[in-house]
């Protein structure tokens, strides 16, 4: 008996860890993406993705289970589909045409007893009204009924070692009981939990309430910060002791701002359809990205304020940023203050390198020349500014030799060092 023919449309962040753990759990998978070049790449055994390590790619290419390709047409047989494609904002309003697109790709391959399961980030509703109208058109099949459509949001944490895709509880949904069931019975195959619940628009809430959850917190801990500072007083100092308190307390830490795929995009989804469809503003949410989206510019002032101290003017001044990814550990610039605090730098003419042992350097920003971290670059600098916290770089050796350091990140200490 054959092994059961996975499609996953979309080999990123979320698409290809999902496609390694499921030719590890036995499945034949077929990785679909529109990038070419990325496919190539992929079928050399190349990962550009920090959680999958090159031999594990590798031994899922040695396997024979998995195919990346571009054509649709090498989805033809499949029994599970899961779509894990980009749902960018396109100002302000949510850009579904690559679920679209990926509707439409794979809608003539649907045969009855399949499941199409989608995993990007969206509003409530987009499984049953978006997505199934073009399943079902293509097809000429009906859902529920003749194949099976569900909803489970992706939990990819990149650059989180403890927390993976197979350890991470997973919400499972679909569009009926026997839908629900037959997701459920395939993630069962890949993950050590599944949560299953009643509707898909309960499962796409979810993704949204969790980034939400995290949005608003961190808008919250960032004002705060700003405060904290013209009051003259500690946040980070402050969290600390409030992080003792065993219940009633989940401590968030402040940053240069939010970036990535999720936070500056996923609770605008749900602000957007609350607008659209209940004539209301969601205001926690207007408000968070409102505070988080002023942070760069905050942490960029703070800079300059800081060089003026030291008798030099961000004008002409050698500036050193520690890394320009939304996170540590990874090289995902999506959305990243980083690239803003750079760019506004930049912009104030200043000469600004960074240290980024992760990201692509076509993805570097225009204007910022990428180089290795060492001691002569430190000491070259007039200001070391530490945006993305890498847990590579040799925090001890940039406060010994630094003249100033800006620390958005609780990382450095001593006389030299100012944090946010």
């Known amino acids: 008996m054959s092994a059961e023919k996975l499609v996953v449309i979309g080999q990123g962040y979320v698409g290809l860890p999902l496609a390694m753990r499921a030719v590890e759990a036995g499945l034949d998978v077929v990785g679909l993406d529109v990038d070419s070049d990325r496919v190539k790449r992929?079928?050399?055994?190349?990962?550009?993705?920090?959680d999958i390590p090159a031999d594990r790619l590798g031994r899922a290419l040695?396997?024979?289970?998995?195919?990346?390709?571009?054509?649709?047409?090498?989805?033809?047989g499949f029994d599970v589909c899961v779509i894990t494609v980009p749902t960018p904002l396109r100002d302000g309003t949510p850009d579904l045409s690559y679920v679209?697109?990926?509707?439409i790709g794979i809608g003539p391959h649907v045969r009855p007893g399949c499941a199409v399961v989608l995993e990007s980030t969206t509003y409530p509703g987009t499984t049953e009204e978006l997505l199934?109208?073009?399943?079902?058109?293509?097809?000429?099949?009906?859902?529920?009924?003749?194949?099976?459509?569900?909803?489970?949001?992706?939990?990819?944490?990149?650059?989180?070692p403890t927390w993976r895709l197979e350890n991470t509880p997973k919400v499972v949904s679909g569009v009926d009981p026997a839908a629900l069931a037959r997701v459920d019975e395939f993630y069962r195959r890949i993950v050590a939990r599944t949560v299953p619940v009643t509707s898909t628009r309960v499962a796409e809430l979810t993704k949204l309430i969790e980034n939400t959850f995290r949005q608003v917190n961190i808008a919250l801990i960032n004002e705060l910060t700003m405060l904290s500072h013209h009051l003259g007083i500690d946040v980070w100092q402050?969290?600390?002791?409030?992080?003792?308190?065993?219940?009633?307390?989940?401590?968030?830490?402040?940053?240069?701002?939010?970036?990535?795929?999720?936070?500056?995009?996923?609770?605008?989804?749900?602000?957007?359809?609350v607008k659209r469809r209940l004539g209301r503003q969601f205001r926690f949410i207007e408000l968070a990205n409102d505070v988080n989206h002023e942070?760069?510019?905050?942490?960029?002032?703070?800079?300059?304020?800081?060089?003026?101290r030291t008798g030099r003017a961000v004008s002409g001044a050698r500036l050193l940023l520690l890394g320009l990814a939304y996170k540590k550990n990874t090289g995902d610039m999506r959305d990243s203050p980083a690239v803003?605090?750079?760019?506004?730098?930049?912009?104030?003419?200043?000469?600004?390198?960074?240290?980024?042992?992760?990201?692509?350097?076509?993805?570097v920003p225009g204007g910022v020349l990428v180089v290795q971290l060492s001691e002569a670059e430190v000491a070259a600098a007039d200001a070391v500014i530490v945006v993305t916290d890498h847990d590579v770089f040799d925090y001890d050796m940039v406060t010994r030799c630094a003249r100033y350091v800006f620390d958005t990140r609780n990382r450095c200490s001593g006389p030299m060092v100012e944090r946010l």
């Open 42 to 50: 992929l079928a050399s055994g190349e990962s550009f993705v920090e």
């Open 62 to 76: 040695g396997t024979g289970r998995y195919r990346p390709s571009t054509e649709y047409a090498d989805a033809e």
């Open 100 to 103: 679209e697109q990926a509707g």
């Open 132 to 160: 199934r109208p073009l399943l079902e058109s293509a097809s000429g099949l009906r859902s529920p009924g003749d194949f099976h459509l569900g909803y489970s949001p992706e939990r990819i944490d990149p650059g989180n």
């Open 238 to 273: 402050a969290i600390e002791a409030a992080e003792t308190k065993p219940f009633g307390f989940m401590p968030f830490r402040p940053g240069p701002g939010v970036g990535g795929h999720c936070l500056p995009i996923d609770p605008c989804y749900l602000s957007w359809q």
């Open 295 to 308: 942070m760069p510019e905050h942490v960029t002032h703070r800079i300059m304020a800081g060089l003026n």
């Open 340 to 363: 803003e605090v750079a760019r506004q730098l930049c912009d104030l003419g200043a000469e600004v390198r960074a240290a980024e042992p992760y990201a692509e350097p076509h993805h």
